[in-house]
Structure formats: C-alpha cells, structure tokens
C-alpha cells in the first residue's frame, strides 16, 4: 500500500505546496494529515515552528492499474507483443502476471535476468511517477512461484543435513527478497538459526544448528573461568 510521505514549512499551505510539487498533482489529489500547524513563535524568532503535514496520493487502484501495464506493456511488446497482462494492485508488493506461452523462457531469460531486469525498470519508472507506491513483482508463467518453492525446499534441506552433521550450512549468494523467504521458511524451526552473510545486494544466508551455538558458548564460558 501507497505510504504517507512527510513535508514541513513555515505554514500548512506551504507544506501542502511542497506536497503537491513532490506528488506532481493538485491538491484535491491528496490524501492530507495535518500533524502540526505550525507556530510564529515570538515576535517571529522565539519559539518558531514549522508546520508538518503528512501526505499521499489518493487511491484511484484503476489509474494505477492501467498505468502499471502499460509500463510492461512497453517493456516487452518487442518481446511478447501478444502477451495477456494480470495486475493485482491490492497485493503488496504489487503482483503482476504476464500470461505468455510461446515467449515465456525469452521473457524470463537465463536464471531470471531478463525478467528481473524488467521488474527493475518497472518498478523505477513507477516510483517516479508514483511515490510510495508499493514495489512491483513481476512474473511469468508462475516462475517466481517455482522459484520460491525451490528457494523453501532448498532451505528445508540445508536445515536438515546441518542439523544431522552438525555443521553450518550456507546458500549461493541470494538477493534480499530470497534470503527473505529463507529466513521466513525456517523461523520457527527452534533447532537452527539463520543469518545473512556478506556484502553488497547478494549475500549468502548461513543456516545453523543451534546445538553447536550452545557448544561454542559453553566452551568460551569454560576457558573463562579457567
């Protein structure tokens, strides 16, 4: 869902100036909080306040609707020009489906690259337009689904062979989002803990056996009494 974004000045109408400018719309277009009015303070220098309003766009889910898939219209009509485009803006992140059969690996591209970098430059061209707009999965022929479920099944077995060899497992470097469902799949497995390790957008997720966590303190606490 769209979140307010919060804008001061030295009065309420020019906070909701700045409002309008960021949002690039008039102001009947807003959804508008006032959170303080503002003070002049004495005599104009003792006390001053700025005003401070809260502010988003108002919902109009078929404007953005049709604003969405005309962007991926435009992105790959050269790819899949008679694609069938679904767009859920009730979801968050918002989920977009391109119903395509024939141009479907073309669309996806080797590991999700091209579809990624669709989605990449979705979701810029949206937050432009659009700020505080929820962010935008896109997915073909359910890939992202099959992804995930490989992703999940993918933690389930690391958490199994490091709790039956007793060492630290560790994925391939994931983005946010997949570390994410790794973290989510194995929360409430009380016998590993998992942690993301690395730099950059890719890190890799270490899922650990929560056994030899409490070796490894025993012994620190044993060598320092001794």
């Known amino acids: 869902m769209e979140e307010f974004v919060e804008f001061t000045g030295k009065d309420v109408d020019e906070a909701i100036s700045k409002a309008c400018e960021y949002f ?6 807003l959804e508008i909080e006032i959170v303080s ?23 109009n889910p078929l404007e953005l609707e049709n604003k969405i898939r ?6 790959t009509k050269h790819i899949a020009p008679l694609s069938e485009i679904k767009v859920d803006v009730s979801s968050d992140p918002i989920y977009v489906n391109i119903e395509e059969q024939e141009n479907a690996g073309i669309l996806i ?27 935008i999965q896109l997915d073909a022929a359910n890939y992202r689904q099959r992804q995930n479920e490989k992703i999940k099944q993918t ?14 497992m560790r994925t391939q470097p994931l983005t946010s989002y ?3 469902i790794i973290h989510l799949t194995l929360q409430k497995d009380r016998s590993v803990q998992t942690k993301s390790l690395g730099e950059g ?17 025993e012994s ?4 320092t009494n001794y």
């Open 178 to 180: 997949h570390r994410r």
């Open 220 to 223: 620190l606490q044993t060598r």
């Open 109 to 135: 591209g080797k590991e999700g690259q091209t579809i990624s970098a669709i989605q990449y430059l979705a979701n810029r061209i949206i937050a432009k337009q659009y700020p505080g707009t929820s962010r």
């Open 201 to 217: 957008p890719l890190k890799r997720v270490l899922i650990m056996p929560k056994k030899k966590m409490a070796r490894k303190k």
């Open 70 to 75: 005309e962007i991926i219209v435009n992105l």
């Open 24 to 29: 690039q719309t008039e102001r009947d277009q």
């Open 37 to 59: 009015g503002g003070s002049s303070g004495i005599f104009g220098l003792v006390g001053l306040k700025k005003a401070k309003i809260k502010a988003k766009r108002r919902k």
């Open 155 to 168: 933690a389930l077995m690391l958490a199994q062979k490091a709790k039956r060899m007793g060492r630290t």
